[in-house]
């Protein structure tokens, strides 16, 4: 430990200057996706502005329980089937996955595909289960 500090003492520009690329590389992916929002922050965006909820997630968690009147389109099958997204194109969009792992690449190809309000929200499902917002579930 102690060779490490005596390191970033005396190289403290490389240090710094590491921890600002690294920062900024984190950042700069986080934008690419889209902005995160809270399960309640989603909730207003949807219910003001019109938007959706599309459930990226496997068709066995689905059917567990998902958000109601949410879109499923598995992440697995997004690029193929994003001409069932278009009508959507203009509103905001938010991707629920199971713990908000994978909303980021969903993210990253719907912005890749002219999806301007695309937004993630944070802890998936697993957050909005631990808030005990209300879900249905498919037999």
């Known amino acids: 430990m102690d060779l490490f500090l ?5 190289q ?6 590491l921890s600002v690329v690294v920062f900024m590389l984190f950042f700069h992916e ?8 809270s399960p309640q922050q989603a909730i ?6 019109g938007g959706l909820f599309l459930d990226i997630r496997d ?3 689905y059917k567990q329980g998902h958000i109601v009147d949410a879109l499923h389109l598995p992440a697995a099958k997004l690029a193929s089937r994003m ?3 278009e009508k959507y194109k203009n509103s905001p969009i938010v991707l629920v996955c199971k713990m908000g792992q994978q909303a980021s690449a969903a993210g990253k190809t719907l912005k890749a595909n002219g999806f301007e309000h695309v937004y993630k929200m944070t802890g998936g499902m697993m957050e909005w289960g631990n808030l005990q917002l ?3 579930s498919k037999s």
Do not use: C, Y
Not at 12 to 17: E, F, H, K, P, Y
Not at 30 to 37: A, Y
């Open 12 to 17: 403290w520009i490389l240090v710094t200057a």
């Open 83 to 85: 001409a069932e997204l």
């Open 59 to 61: 068709a066995g968690d």
């Open 30 to 37: 986080s934008r690419k996706s889209g902005p995160s929002l």
């Open 44 to 49: 207003t965006m949807v219910n003001a502005q």
């Open 134 to 136: 209300p879900t249905i």
């Open 6 to 10: 005596e390191f970033v003492s005396q």
